[in-house]
C-alpha cells in the first residue's frame, strides 16, 4: 500500500517522522497452543477439526485459528462470510460467534484458517473455580459470590433471568456483568450458556496503604536537601495550579487543614468550583459521604495534593501537588468498607466523564483493590482497559497492592495493560531500596509489573480523625497519589508551554497528552538507582520515578524529545523516528501505547502488539526489552510479545542521527496510536536555549508527519485559531492530494476516517 506523508510543525515535538512504510509479518513462534488463563490449553496440531458436514450455529462460540498475525481484511471475510469476530486471544486466535448457521467447511475453506473448533465451556471459568493444571478443584465457599461477564451484543439482563430460574440470587446488572450467588457447586454450569464469556469469583475489596515531596522532585540523595534545592519545581512555580486530578478512596475528611476552604464548606455530595482543593466529591453507589474507619482516603489525598497552608503550617507535610485540586468520588461505606464493582467501567466514567467541569479530567489514581487469584487478567483489568482504550487520554495509575512474596502478587486492577501499576520504595535517604512488602511481580503472562516506584514508608500525611491531625504511614497506598502528583507536575510543565526550554510560553502550551505519552515519559523518567538487581525486575518493574530527569530548565542539559502518534500503524505496517544525539549521556527510549482491552481469562493479555527496533549511527541495532544486565544489547535475535511498554536503553550511545522504528506486528483492531519518548543529551535541548527567544533551534525542528493511506475515506481538515477551516485534505482513489502552503502561526487540526473517531489536536508552523 503506498502511503503519503504530510509534514507539518506538532508543538513540542522534537522527533523527525518519516512516512508510514510496510513489512512481511512472520507467525509467532508458539501460536499453535492456544492458552487459557486457567491453565487449560488447546492444540491446534493434534486436536481435531469439526465433522465434516458441521455448522457454526447462530449464536454459538467458535475459535478460529489463524495463520499469521490478524489482518483487517481477514476480519472483512470472516463478518461478509456471517462469523464476527468477538475477541482476539494471544495468538493468532479470534472467538467468533455466528449471526447466522454456517457450513464449517467455508470456514476452514478461507486461506488465512488452519483450524477451528467450538469454544469449551471449562475455559470461561476463572482459576479459582478450576485449576486445570494441577487437575485438582479448587471450589469456593457455598455461598460465594460471583460475577460474569457476557460477550458483545449479548443481553446481560436475558443471563441475569436464567440466573435466577436456576435458584441463584442476582444482587448487581452493571454494563456487561452480572453478580450473583449461586451454588458453588454447580457454578460450571452457568458456563454452558453461550451468551456467558467468562465467570469469577467475586473478592473483598482492601486498601493499599516529609520526605516524598524532595524524592518525587529530585530523586534519591544520600542526605536530606534542603528546602530549595530538593525541591526544584515548586521553587520553579510549578505546584500544580490550574490543574485537577481525580482521586477514588474511601472518603475525605473535609475539614481537614489540608482541604479546607472556610468560604465554600463541604458537608455533603456535590460540586465546589470555588473550592480551593477539591472541585468535586462524588459518592458512588452504596458508598456514604466522609471519611470513616480507617481514613484511609483523607491519608492518600494528602499525600497527593493536601495543602494545609491556610492554616498557617509549614509546606513539610503538603501533598506532591499541593497547589493541584481534586475531583473526588467517595467509595467507601459509613464504615470504611469499600463498595465499588468488580467491573470498574462506572467507576472509571463517574471521573472520565468529570460531569460539571468544563473540562474532562484526563488523570485519575487509586490504592486500593482485590488480593485473591494475584496477578491474572479478569475482569477488572479487562474493563478498565476498555475505557482506557475508549479515551486514550485518560490515564489511570494503580497500587501495586502490599503482598509480600517472592512472584505473581500483583492485585486487581493493577494488572492491567493501559494501567500504570505504582509500587513502593522506601522514602527520603533510603528511597533507594525496594520496601519488603511492595507487591511483586510479573503478571501470569510475564508482563512487566509493576511499572515504576514511588515512596511508600513513613510518608507523613494527613489523619482524617481530627483536622489538625497528621499520621505517619507506609503501604503502595501512598505510592501511587505521589506517582500521581509528580505527573501532575509535569502536566503543567507543558500546559504552560514550558516545553522544551523550562520557560512559560504560552505559544507552545501543550494541553493534550495522550495516556500512552504519560506512561512512556514516566518510565523514561525511572531511575534504576533502586534495589539490588538489574532493571527492568519483578520487584521495582523500570525504577523509581524522578520527573526532574525529563523536565528540562535553563542550566540543565538533560533532554526529552516524544513523539505522539493518534493514528499509529496496522498490521505489517511501521513508522519511522530520528533524533540527534550531542553528547553520550545514556539514553532511554520508550514505546508505550493503549491496547484495546483482552478477554477476560486471557493466558496471554495483549492483543495489539507493537514492536521498537532501535539503530544507531553505526547500523547497531536494539530491539525492546531485550536486556543483559540492565541494559540493551546489540542486534538480538528476539522480540517483545507481551508488554505494551518497550524500552531501549543505551549507556554510552553514539553521538549522531539515531532511527527509531515502531513496527505493527499484529494489529486487531484496525489502527493503534502510540508514543514515543526519548530521554538523552539531545541535540537542541541544552544550556543557553531559554535565551534564543526568536528561533527554533535548526538542529532540533519540532515535526511530525501525518500519514495518509492512499485509499479514499481519510481527511485531514486544518483550521485557524478563530475556527474557520484553512483547507482540507481528502484523500482521492487516485494520484497524491494537492496540499496548500500554510503561513507561520498557530492552527487546530482535524484527522479522521468514516470508521474511526477523530483525533484533534494543535498546529504551530514556524519558518
Given at each position: 500500500m503506498s502511503e503519503l506523508a504530510l509534514v507539518v510543525l506538532l508543538l513540542g515535538t522534537f522527533l523527525r517522522v518519516g512516512t508510514v512504510g510496510s513489512r512481511a509479518t512472520e507467525p509467532y513462534a508458539d501460536a499453535a497452543v492456544i492458552r487459557f488463563a486457567n491453565g487449560m490449553n488447546i492444540d491446534t496440531r493434534v486436536t481435531p477439526l469439526p465433522e465434516p458436514g458441521s455448522h457454526l450455529e447462530t449464536g454459538t462460540c467458535w475459535l478460529v485459528h489463524l495463520t499469521g498475525p490478524v489482518r483487517q481484511e481477514w476480519l472483512a471475510k470472516l463478518r461478509r462470510l456471517g462469523a464476527d469476530p468477538v475477541c482476539y486471544l494471544a495468538y493468532q486466535t479470534l472467538v467468533c460467534r455466528p449471526w447466522r448457521d454456517?457450513?464449517?467447511?467455508?470456514?476452514?475453506?478461507?486461506?488465512?484458517?488452519?483450524?477451528?473448533?467450538?469454544?469449551?465451556?471449562?475455559?470461561?471459568?476463572?482459576?479459582?473455580l478450576t485449576a486445570f493444571a494441577t487437575g485438582s478443584s479448587l471450589i469456593p465457599h457455598p455461598s460465594s459470590l460471583f460475577i460474569l461477564s457476557v460477550w458483545p451484543g449479548c443481553d446481560p439482563n436475558a443471563v441475569a433471568l436464567a440466573i435466577t430460574s436456576a435458584g441463584g440470587e442476582v444482587t448487581k446488572v452493571a454494563g456487561h456483568s452480572v453478580r450473583f450467588r449461586f451454588d458453588a457447586s454447580r457454578v460450571s454450569e452457568l458456563a454452558e450458556m453461550e451468551?456467558?464469556?467468562?465467570?469469577?469469583?467475586?473478592?473483598?475489596?482492601?486498601?493499599?496503604?516529609?520526605?516524598?515531596?524532595?524524592?518525587?522532585?529530585?530523586?534519591?540523595?544520600?542526605?536530606?536537601?534542603?528546602?530549595?534545592?530538593?525541591?526544584?519545581?515548586?521553587?520553579?512555580?510549578i505546584r500544580g495550579q490550574n490543574m485537577v486530578v481525580g482521586l477514588f478512596d474511601?472518603?475525605?475528611?473535609?475539614?481537614?487543614d489540608m482541604f479546607i476552604d472556610s468560604s465554600v464548606p463541604i458537608t455533603a455530595p456535590g460540586l465546589f468550583p470555588g473550592h480551593r482543593k477539591i472541585v468535586a466529591y462524588k459518592l458512588y453507589e452504596g458508598a456514604a459521604f466522609g471519611d470513616a474507619g480507617s481514613h484511609h482516603g483523607t491519608a492518600v489525598a494528602g499525600t497527593l495534593c493536601g495543602n494545609d497552608s491556610v492554616a498557617g503550617n509549614a509546606s513539610d507535610l503538603d501533598g506532591?501537588?499541593?497547589?493541584c485540586r481534586l475531583y473526588f468520588v467517595d467509595e467507601g461505606s459509613a464504615f470504611g468498607f469499600h463498595v465499588f464493582d468488580t467491573d470498574f467501567t462506572a467507576l472509571l466514567d463517574s471521573v472520565r466523564l468529570?460531569?460539571?467541569?468544563?473540562?474532562?479530567?484526563?488523570?485519575?489514581?487509586?490504592?486500593?483493590?482485590?488480593?485473591?487469584?494475584?496477578?491474572?487478567?479478569?475482569?477488572?483489568?479487562?474493563?478498565?482497559?476498555?475505557?482506557?482504550?475508549?479515551?486514550?487520554?485518560?490515564?489511570?495509575l494503580w497500587a501495586a497492592a502490599n503482598r509480600r512474596g517472592p512472584r505473581y502478587n500483583i492485585g486487581h486492577p493493577a494488572v492491567a495493560k493501559n494501567v500504570l501499576t505504582v509500587g513502593a520504595c522506601h522514602n527520603g535517604t533510603q528511597s533507594n531500596s525496594v520496601w519488603f512488602q511492595s507487591s511483586r511481580g510479573p503478571c501470569r503472562d510475564e508482563r512487566i509489573k509493576p511499572d515504576i516506584l514511588a515512596p511508600g514508608v513513613d510518608v507523613a500525611t494527613a489523619d482524617g480523625r481530627a483536622p489538625h491531625?497528621?499520621?505517619?504511614?507506609?503501604?503502595?497506598?501512598?505510592?501511587?497519589?505521589?506517582?500521581?502528583?509528580?505527573?501532575?507536575?509535569?502536566?503543567?510543565?507543558?500546559?504552560?508551554?514550558?516545553?522544551?526550554?523550562?520557560?512559560?510560553?504560552?505559544?507552545?502550551?501543550?494541553?493534550?497528552?495522550?495516556?500512552?505519552l504519560m506512561r512512556a515519559m514516566a518510565v523514561a523518567a525511572a531511575d534504576s538507582n533502586v534495589g539490588d538487581e538489574y532493571m527492568p525486575n519483578d520487584a521495582a518493574g523500570w525504577g523509581r520515578l524522578d520527573v526532574s530527569t525529563i523536565m528540562h530548565f535553563p542550566g540543565d542539559s538533560n533532554g526529552l524529545a516524544f513523539g505522539d502518534q493518534p493514528v499509529g500503524v496496522a498490521t505489517g505496517q511501521d513508522m519511522t523516528f530520528q533524533f540527534e544525539l550531542a553528547g553520550r549521556a545514556p539514553i532511554h527510549v520508550v514505546l508505550a501505547w493503549t491496547d484495546t482491552a483482552a478477554a477476560p481469562g486471557a493466558a496471554i493479555?495483549?492483543?495489539?502488539?507493537?514492536?521498537?527496533?532501535?539503530?544507531s549511527p553505526d547500523g547497531n541495532h536494539y530491539r525492546g526489552n531485550q536486556f543483559y544486565r540492565g541494559w540493551s544489547w546489540t542486534n538480538p535475535p528476539d522480540w517483545d510479545s507481551r508488554n505494551v511498554v518497550e524500552v531501549c536503553r543505551v549507556p554510552h550511545p553514539l553521538t549522531g542521527r539515531w532511527t527509531a522504528r515502531v513496527i505493527g506486528r499484529n494489529v486487531y483492531t484496525p489502527l493503534q496510536p502510540f508514543a514515543v519518548a526519548v530521554r538523552g543529551g539531545i541535540a537542541g535541548i541544552g544550556p543557553g536555549v531559554a535565551e534564543s527567544d526568536t528561533a527554533v533551534p535548526r538542529r532540533a525542528v519540532p515535526r511530525t508527519a501525518f500519514a495518509l493511506p492512499h485509499r479514499p475515506g481519510w481527511n485531514l481538515a486544518v483550521f485557524a485559531i478563530d475556527g474557520r477551516q484553512v483547507f482540507e485534505v481528502l484523500v482521492p482513489r487516485s494520484g497524491p492530494p494537492q496540499l496548500p502552503l500554510l503561513s507561520p502561526g498557530v492552527y487546530l487540526y482535524r484527522l479522521s476516517s468514516g470508521n474511526l473517531p477523530p483525533e484533534t489536536g494543535k498546529l504551530v508552523i514556524a519558518r
Open positions: 454456517i457450513p464449517a467447511s467455508e470456514v476452514r475453506g478461507l486461506d488465512f484458517v488452519d483450524w477451528l473448533g467450538p469454544l469449551p465451556a471449562a475455559a470461561k471459568l476463572a482459576p479459582e451468551a456467558v464469556a467468562w465467570i469469577q469469583e467475586c473478592s473483598p475489596a482492601r486498601s493499599f496503604n516529609r520526605d516524598v515531596q524532595w524524592v518525587m522532585q529530585i530523586g534519591w540523595r544520600p542526605e536530606r536537601p534542603d528546602e530549595i534545592t530538593g525541591r526544584p519545581l515548586w521553587q520553579h512555580g474511601t472518603g475525605i475528611s473535609t475539614e481537614h506532591v501537588a499541593p497547589d468529570s460531569n460539571g467541569l468544563i473540562e474532562p479530567v484526563r488523570q485519575v489514581s487509586g490504592s486500593f483493590g482485590t488480593e485473591e487469584s494475584l496477578s491474572y487478567y479478569r475482569i477488572e483489568e479487562s474493563s478498565v482497559d476498555a475505557v482506557c482504550w475508549k479515551d486514550k487520554q485518560f490515564l489511570v491531625s497528621y499520621v505517619t504511614s507506609s503501604g503502595t497506598s501512598l505510592s501511587a497519589p505521589a506517582a500521581s502528583g509528580a505527573l501532575m507536575l509535569l502536566r503543567q510543565y507543558f500546559a504552560e508551554g514550558r516545553y522544551p526550554t523550562g520557560t512559560p510560553d504560552s505559544a507552545r502550551r501543550i494541553t493534550q497528552l495522550s495516556s500512552a493479555a495483549i492483543v495489539n502488539d507493537l514492536d521498537l527496533e532501535l539503530t
